[in-house]
């Protein structure tokens, strides 16, 4: 996609902070984190959101979750880690080329308190 964000940061046509690559992702370090760790995970194919996940595309999604599972390890993220995938502007989705936030490093809290 020509205008997307992250996109152009997959092309390298904007600078980010590597953490992963393979194939099917790229991993960089959020711009404006909100634990120790913070690193977004992003599927090449550009898909605006989780709602865009179907039965052709789904496979990435697998494939995103070991590069996840992987980095936590490599982070030492032992005690704990959370994936967050915010879809649609009521959930805060502020990019939209489908993500997935992985945080830790620090006691997260309970999700969604305010629900
Ligand atoms: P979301 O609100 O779930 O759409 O998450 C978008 C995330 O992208 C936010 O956490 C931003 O801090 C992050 N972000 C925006 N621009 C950049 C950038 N140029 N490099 C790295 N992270 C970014
Ligand atoms: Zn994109």
Not at 4 to 33: H, M, N, Q, T
Not at 36 to 57: D, M, Y
Request: charged share 20%.
């Amino acid at each position: 996609m020509d205008n997307c964000l992250f996109c152009k940061i997959i092309r390298g046509e904007i600078p980010s902070k590597k953490v992963y690559e393979d194939e099917y992702c790229y991993a960089f370090e959020d711009i404006a984190p909100v634990a120790p760790t913070h690193i977004l995970f992003v599927p090449k194919e550009h898909l605006s959101g989780a709602c865009e996940i179907s039965s052709e595309n789904s496979a990435v999604v697998g494939k995103i979750y070991e590069a996840i599972a992987k980095v936590a390890k490599q982070k030492g993220l032992d005690g704990g880690w959370r994936v967050v995938a915010n879809n649609g502007a009521d959930a805060g989705q502020t990019v939209f080329h489908l993500h997935f936030h992985l945080l830790g490093g620090r006691p997260l809290g309970v999700m969604c308190d305010n629900i």
